[in-house]
């Protein structure tokens, strides 16, 4: 009850997910480079888990998750203050474009939705203009699917997106994802240590590594979504 109800629900909610939709909203021509760039803090933390080792094999596990509890309520909520959900709340515009001159964020962020720049920009979809410009798109569709896609995004409502095929399909592979290198993280110490009678802080140490190698990963295939 503990584990699914309030660790498993308090991490989803209150980690990854909410920092993953404001670099989305800040950053559209490099969105995944900086996403690989953003997934190397968790492979960077992962990599310090035998210091934590350390700590509980000498004042024991509770201490050990006191003392985490106060490194996010003293690191974490303080830095949380400072990210903004859109640059539009500090009249900026993503990927460090220029406001035009007399006109604010939002509505230079509005009038350059449904022109397609380096990368993608954001089309919001509900007008006819829109409508066009989707209709548009269709003919400027890559031949292969690893060339990159010249034509607008498509900025979606939650009830729109969750009528398409591709969220379910998104959402299915992200959750066959997320079963392996949870089961590999959870259990790679105990079976070190119980199975192999290794060391409890060697086998931390060994998933401490484990985690380190996966930064290469994370580097690499954001680059390569863009």
Do not use: C
């Not at 509770?62 to 509890?69: P, V």
């Amino acid at each position: 009850v503990v584990f699914l109800g309030l660790l498993a629900t308090g991490s989803s909610l209150g980690t990854h997910r909410p920092v993953h939709v404001a670099v989305a909203n800040w950053f559209v021509r490099r969105r995944g480079r900086v996403m690989g760039l953003l997934a190397t803090g968790t492979g960077i933390g992962g990599s310090f888990v035998f210091l934590f080792a350390l700590l509980i094999e000498r004042f024991g596990w509770q201490a050990g998750a006191i003392f985490a509890g106060m490194a996010i309520w003293i690191l974490g909520i303080p830095l949380a203050w400072v990210i903004r959900h859109t640059p539009e709340q500090m009249g900026l515009l993503p990927d460090g474009d220029r406001v035009p001159e007399g006109a604010t964020a939002t509505a230079a962020a509005g009038a350059t939705a449904s022109v397609p720049s380096e990368g993608q920009s954001p089309v919001s979809l509900g007008t006819a203009s829109n409508d066009e410009a989707l209709m548009s798109s269709k003919v400027m569709k890559p031949p292969r699917f690893w060339m990159r896609d010249p034509r607008p995004e498509v900025d979606l409502t939650v009830w729109q997106a969750v009528r398409t095929s591709a969220f379910w399909l998104m959402a299915l592979t992200y959750a066959i994802w997320a079963a392996v290198p949870s089961i590999n993280t959870v259990y790679l110490a105990p079976f070190l240590a119980e199975e192999l009678g290794i060391n409890y802080v060697a086998a931390l140490g060994a998933l401490s590594f484990f985690i380190f190698v996966s930064l290469f990963g994370r580097v690499g295939f954001g680059f390569l979504a863009d």
